[in-house]
């Protein structure tokens, strides 16, 4: 699996942020975007999303596994997104919210097996019908991102995913993401403004 993308531009109020950038993104690997806010880091993965918002203008070619997607719609594109808030839904449970992920054409049993298994690779076992509102920061960005993964990705898109977190929880959420990564092997892109988070030998795209 690989998402390549092709001369990129982008641009915002007759200001460029993005000239020309073309890069791949290759299967269980991460390929980091830094710069200086405003450069269009998080511009860059609402374009390759399909959601850029009306007001840029953006042009390129998204090919995933050679396949051009870039005039599909966004919930066509099997692009997962994972921002910084890890934000679940107040109004339903923890295994609901891990449900919601879930392409609705597996059954019901299969449904419960993967959310079971979700919260065991979370080290949540028994949080299932608990309220999101009562776990801790840790605790919902790993629900968060379980429930992105849920959704079968054929890439994952990380926006500063680590930045809410205290540095301990930082450093554990940073395996927990990377881990699941390898074993998945899909590529990830990862928009970040620390260099601590980005693994060794990952190939690195300054703006």
């Known amino acids: ?37 405003g450069c269009g880091k998080s511009s860059i993965l609402d374009f390759l999303c399909g959601t850029l918002p009306g007001s840029f203008q953006g042009s390129g070619t998204i090919m995933l596994n050679d396949r051009d997607i870039t005039s599909r719609p ?60 009562t776990l801790s920061g840790g605790q919902r960005a790993r629900i968060s991102l379980m429930r992105t993964l849920l959704s079968e990705p054929k890439v994952l898109l990380l926006d500063e995913p680590f930045s809410k977190l205290d540095p301990e929880l930082r450093q554990q959420f940073r395996e927990f993401v990377f881990n699941r990564v390898s074993e998945l092997s899909i590529p990830v892109i990862m928009v970040t403004h620390d260099q601590a988070d980005i693994p060794e030998a990952s190939e690195t795209i300054k703006l």
């Open 1 to 37: 699996m690989k998402l390549e993308v092709r001369n990129l531009a982008l641009s915002v109020a007759g200001k460029r942020l993005v000239s020309d950038l073309s890069f791949i993104a290759r299967a269980g690997r991460v390929l980091a975007i830094t710069g200086p806010s």
């Open 74 to 133: 966004s919930h066509e594109r099997g692009i997962g997104l994972q921002l910084q808030d890890h934000l679940l839904f107040p109004h339903l449970s923890v295994s609901e919210n891990l449900a919601f992920g879930i392409p609705s054409f597996y059954s019901r049993s299969e449904r419960k097996q993967k959310i079971e298994k979700a919260l065991s690779e979370c080290q949540l076992p028994n949080f299932g019908r608990n309220n999101p509102l």
